[in-house]
């Protein structure tokens, strides 16, 4: 960015931004938001507390195993879609729906069901992740060049070998595209079922800081959030500049 | 030597198709009624207008897709589907870009479950001997188009088929690769008497390659003519494109061909 002629760098209006949230927070203002040095302080405070720690183990864990799911479901069930006209015609609409739905409407249901724990959590993450991995594998898979799908056939191939050897490797691009996508959205999946459930990790911190009006603590916990969240779709982006090169190469 | 027009008669058909028709869906007849033999250890080419359906005969042989009409039979026994008594050569290569030379040429026989030790040796040997030794881990996309069809020529012979059925192979490789690529790929059919089916659109590739020609017509085609040019092999490449038979035989084709064009 340039402005006067000046080279300015990209954070400089991040910088800008905190220095207004300091004045509003010192100002007393807005009783919610305190100023933004306190909040750093009480980062450094609550992070290294057991407590936050722990939360952010289950957070993690739960996290992993929701994405792990969506990938090893929605890679697959993509790859079909792509490849079987009956498969895409049966599946294709539901996909659709659940990918525009108010997913957080449906948590409650999934708490129904399968209680107030670990479960319901890592199904909400699945929730939120699944549906554009599917539909990501799907467009790559529909993608194939035709001749390579011959060839697998002409050599050959048995269905499996055809998915394992060729259709997986064919629609990487498209497929890490979606598992990004879906990381992302899967962030949202991990904190809006622990703030529903709200006894299990951060989402329980949230009720402790929010119940006790400790605005202070409750902002620190926002800021680590952002920041974690910043930080995987960066890593999954930087990941996926590396293959790019190879979609390029494609034929 | 001049080139003869002969009734189709093989001398020992390996394939052998008949009464063969195929209507896409939506109505559109490509093959109607096409009966040929292709001779064992022979090249044979089919030859006709562009869209004339050269390529969709070759795929029904290949067992890739279905006929509406007719059966296809190779060694006598009748095509269902892929085997691997036929291996597929593409006319844009079809080779898997994230692999390397070596895993593309090995592709089939890593299919077919050949450990990989025994499958890497077997397509070494077939990388060398079409001429791209020492390119073995490189990708396609770091290859011209003559050599990524030479890896596609690679593949096809390292499963060992009997028959292999090659889809313009040249048609996206330039003209000076084209024209050594087509001597190379004689001398190394030659010593392994391979049949070969052979789809093009050009005359004059067809004359020089081929030991028949089969003349398709306009969509929906029929054998037009069958042609067996009467060059002897092994001459010196450039002497044959000077020789009167050949001349004669691109001639007489390209009359046979007019007529479809209007």
């Known amino acids: 960015m340039k402005l006067f002629g000046y080279h300015v760098p990209m954070m400089t209006s991040l910088i800008l931004w905190i220095a207004l949230w300091e004045i509003l927070g010192q100002s007393g203002a807005a009783l919610v938001l305190p100023p933004f040095s306190a909040v750093v302080e009480r980062v450094f405070e609550i992070v290294p507390t057991p407590t936050y720690l722990k939360a952010l183990a289950i957070t993690a864990e739960a996290y992993l195993l929701g994405n792990l799911i969506a990938i090893v479901v929605g890679v697959p069930v993509g790859v079909l879609m792509g490849r079987s006209v009956i498969a895409d015609r049966l599946l294709l609409p539901w996909v659709n729906i659940f990918l525009s739905a108010p997913l957080s409407a449906l948590v409650p249901v999934i708490m129904v069901l399968f209680g107030l724990g670990m479960t319901t959590i890592v199904l909400t993450v699945v929730l939120f992740a699944v549906w554009i991995i599917v539909l990501d594998a799907r467009a790559g898979a529909r993608g194939i060049s035709p001749s390579l799908v011959e060839m697998a056939r002409s050599y050959g191939a048995t269905p499996w070998q055809a998915f394992s050897k060729i259709y997986l490797w064919a629609a990487l691009p498209e497929i890490l595209a979606g598992i990004r996508l879906g990381c992302i959205r899967a962030v949202k999946g991990v904190i809006i079922g622990q703030l529903l459930v709200s006894i299990v990790g951060f989402g329980h911190l949230f009720e402790i800081y929010s119940s006790n009006f400790l605005m202070e603590h409750f902002w620190a916990l926002v800021v680590t959030l952002f920041i974690f969240a910043f930080a995987i779709a960066e890593g999954l982006g930087y990941l996926e500049r590396r293959v790019e090169y190879y979609a390029a190469s494609r034929n | 030597m001049t080139a003869r027009a002969r009734p189709a008669i093989a001398d020992t058909p390996i394939i052998e198709v008949k009464n063969l028709s195929k209507t896409y869906e939506g109505g559109v007849e490509a093959l109607n009624d096409v009966s040929l033999d292709v001779p064992q250890g022979k090249l044979t080419t089919l030859l006709g207008p562009s869209g004339c359906g050269k390529t969709t005969l070759l795929k029904i042989i290949a067992g890739l897709i279905p006929s509406t009409k007719g059966e296809v039979r190779v060694s006598g026994r009748m095509v269902t589907g892929p085997g691997p008594d036929r291996a597929f050569v593409f006319q844009d290569f079809a080779l ?83 024209r050594k690529f087509q001597e190379d790929m004689l001398s190394l059919l030659s010593a392994r008497g391979k049949t070969v089916l052979f789809v093009t659109h050009s005359i004059e590739e067809a004359v020089y390659l081929s030991d028949r020609i089969v003349l398709l017509s306009r969509r929906p085609s029929r054998v037009a003519e069958v042609i067996e040019p009467d060059i002897r092999r092994g001459d010196d490449p450039e002497a044959i494109r000077r020789h009167p038979a050949y001349l004669d035989t691109v001639e007489t084709i390209w009359q046979g061909l007019k007529r479809y064009l209007d």
């Open chain 2, 96 to 178: 898997m870009p994230w692999a390397t030379v070596l895993r593309n040429v090995a592709f089939g026989l890593e299919l077919r479950g050949v450990g990989r030790e025994e499958r890497e040796a077997v397509a070494r040997r077939h990388i060398a001997e079409v001429g791209l030794a020492g390119f073995e881990h490189r990708h396609p996309h770091e290859l011209s188009g003559g050599m990524r069809q030479r890896v596609g020529l690679a593949r096809a012979l390292a499963v060992d088929a009997d028959v292999l059925l090659m889809d313009e192979p040249f048609s996206s490789v330039d003209e000076q690769t084209r």
